[in-house]
């Protein structure tokens, strides 16, 4: 089976292709131009004329605009490989084979933090949007391992907190996410079944006396 897992929930971007049994991955910090390198890594790992057959895509929460492109590519390429796509909340994945209590942590800007706590991958509550303190308090009482680029940014309040930084916390989740496709087979939706996660909304507004 060929899988291709695409995230762009943060600054770290990555695609990734599990075929034949191998995972070949990319991943990258992209400030601007986010469209023309997740293209061309695409472009590159499909050269040896993989088919298709499922794609995984982060949909959120995250950076407004690169979660757009990351859900565009993964719809495009469903399409015009006739596949299906399992949408997979961007904090999960980053949670992903990662045992005992762990907090995701991404960070929201505006000192606000999207962050949901795991244990053993099981969620334990729901994804939320907070102030960077109350959304690391999410994980006190226990020791906890914080992964994500809020890990990075909020590094001292973390350790405050009790809890430990991952290694390459902000790296991009891509390879562990190709393996969830045939794990979760009820997941996966077609192409244009899939919806952003935003548990903000967008800064930019119609006005008002827009037309509908």
């Keep these: ?115 949901a706590l795991f244990e053993d991958g099981v969620p334990v509550g729901e994804a939320v949007d907070w102030e960077p303190d109350r959304a690391i308090a999410l994980a006190k009482g226990a020791s906890f391992l914080a992964v994500g680029e809020g890990a990075l940014v909020w590094r001292e309040r973390v350790l405050q907190a009790g809890g430990q930084v991952a290694v390459e916390a902000s790296r991009s989740p891509v390879a562990e996410m190709t393996a969830l496709f045939e794990r979760h087979p009820d997941e996966v939706v077609p192409p244009e079944g899939i919806r952003l996660r935003y548990l903000r909304a967008p800064d930019a507004q119609l006005p008002k006396d827009a037309p509908s």
């Design 1 to 115: 089976m060929a899988v291709m897992a695409i995230d762009t929930a943060g600054p770290e971007i990555g695609v990734a292709l599990l075929a034949n049994g191998t995972v070949k991955e990319w991943s990258g910090r992209v400030k601007r131009g986010s469209e023309s390198a997740l293209g061309k890594a695409v472009a590159e790992l499909l050269e040896g004329g993989s088919l298709l057959e499922g794609i995984v895509v982060s949909v959120g929460p995250g950076a407004f605009t690169s979660l757009r492109v990351g859900v565009a590519t993964a719809s495009g390429l469903a399409l015009a490989s006739r596949c299906q796509v399992l949408p997979v909340c961007s904090l999960r994945a980053r949670a992903l084979g990662r045992p005992g209590r762990v907090l995701s942590l991404l960070d929201g800007r505006k000192n606000r933090a999207y962050a």
